[in-house]
């Protein structure tokens, strides 16, 4: 459980980088969407459970699909994760 709560917390980290970068944008999510494991490959994902001030925002909303699609592709372990913020923090 622990693992879990690290990787919910790497997750939102990842997303909010995203965001900042992308649209300056510092709200709390979490409640835009949730971690649940996927009952064949044992895999969490992450799924989108947009409020209206997600839907209303198209651009926001695509973006949003958008980086969800790419963890649940792409991201595996929570080394992973740390990498990714890595990356996007030292960007420009």
């Not at 409640?31 to 839907?55: A, H, M, R, W």
């Not at 925002?57 to 595996?76: K, P």
């Amino acid at each position: 459980m622990k693992n879990l709560r690290l990787h919910k917390n790497l997750l939102h980290q990842l997303i909010l980088t995203y965001l900042k970068r992308d649209f300056k944008i510092i709200k709390n999510l979490k409640d835009q969407y949730l971690l649940e494991k996927n009952l064949v490959s044992g895999k969490y994902v992450i799924i989108p459970t947009f409020s209206n001030y997600i839907d209303s925002n198209v651009e926001l909303r695509l973006s949003l699909y958008n980086i969800f699609q790419h963890i649940n592709h792409t991201i595996i372990i929570s080394s992973d994760l740390r990498k990714e913020i890595y990356a996007l923090k030292n960007s420009k």
